[in-house]
């Protein structure tokens, strides 16, 4: 785009409009058509394999900008990588440097750690934080998001919403099925998130049971196993665990102990831990994006257009998700945009529509500053795999600090 402005000047200069050429000569040098976005990498580094594909997808979308016609409102962009690697502390002491020309901090840290402090340092700020992931990460202050912070990600609350979506869907013919919710008083986030999905199981016609374990008791896992098998002599229900790591494990333990046929559905990010616990299900925005999401399709747009290989399509994928979020909320204001309108911006962040992400298009909801809805894969642990029952597409709930 400014290669075609220069070529403009130049035949200008040589049909004699002097004047004219000496203006456009002025304004070349004093605007600056660049518009900066500051890049924070996974703490893995740049030249790990997430790293080196979010860099091939940032520069195939600087190559994308600079070859349109218009840009981004009339600008080029430049993704400017920030240099770290390592521990999530260093967040707290490196530089970010941003001036008038910064239009965005866009983070690929990948770490709860690291993004709460980015959080932190940048909340209230004009400039926005666009975090890839954030599934993990509180964005809300005093029940509101922060006005400047977007993340990528479902708050984790969504997994009530999405076991809740679950069972009205498998059991809707049956619902007497019992339903128990295994979790600790004692644990903020544990008793919080059973109260919201047992209002949402109640709301949908079932009948939940809770159970409130008190980790420090010795045997309580035991003693909760037993007694959720022997309720009324149901021998083929669903406990819904919010134990963490640990009780589900005692749990889904103490149910192959007793031979139950009693499912256990595990509100924790799926990871390599629980791979032994077989018949353990999960709910998780994130699991099979590699191979259900639809990413193969990024890896070869990025090929065939501009013969960019990357390695790992989920975190290009994401890179160029943020791309578009940002490209979007700067088109839908009056063109050029000379200078940024930061308020505007901002405004636009909380409302961008049809967001290509794989296979999904996201719309961002002014209340959560987050995606409305995103598909959630209900998987199954089979022989040391998960494996994919079914994909739920869940709405993102509004924060409550308790319920």
Known sequence: MRKIFALLVIFLCTSNTTAFCAQSQIQTQNHDWVWNVLVVPPLSGWESEPGKSISTALSWCEREISESSNGIG?????????????????MRTVRLNFDSHTIAIMSFALSPEADRILVAR????????????GENVLIDRGGRPAVNIFALDLYRDYRCAAFA?????????????????????????????????????????????????????????????????????????????FMGGMGAREIWRNFMRLRSSWRLWNVSEPDSTYLSCRGMIFADQNVLLDSLGGFIETKRLLWRTRAMRIDDNVAAGRAIALYEWLKRAVDIMPQPVDNMPRAELLRNLSRTQAIPFGNQVLNISPSLHRPYQRDVYIVEVRNREYSNLDVVNTRGLVYVPSY
């Not at 009339?74 to 690697?85: E, L, P």
């Not at 209230?124 to 890839?132: D, F, K, N, R, S």
């Not at 019992?178 to 009948?207: H, P, W």
């Open 122 to 133: 940048l909340s209230g700020h004009e400039i926005p934080l666009m975090i890839a992931g």
């Open 165 to 241: 979506e679950y069972a009205k869907r498998i059991y809707a013919n049956d619902k007497e099925k019992r339903i128990a919710l295994a979790a600790s008083r004692f644990t903020v986030n544990q008793e919080r998130e059973a109260k919201i999905c047992y209002a949402m199981l109640d709301n949908a016609g079932f009948m939940p049971m809770p159970y409130w374990a008190d980790a420090s008791v010795h045997d309580t896992f035991r003693m909760m196993s037993e007694e959720i098998e022997s309720y009324e002599g149901e021998k083929a229900g669903v406990v819904i665990s």
């Open 74 to 90: 009339g600008h080029d962009v430049k993704f400017t990588k920030i240099n770290i690697s390592g521990d999530a502390d260093i």
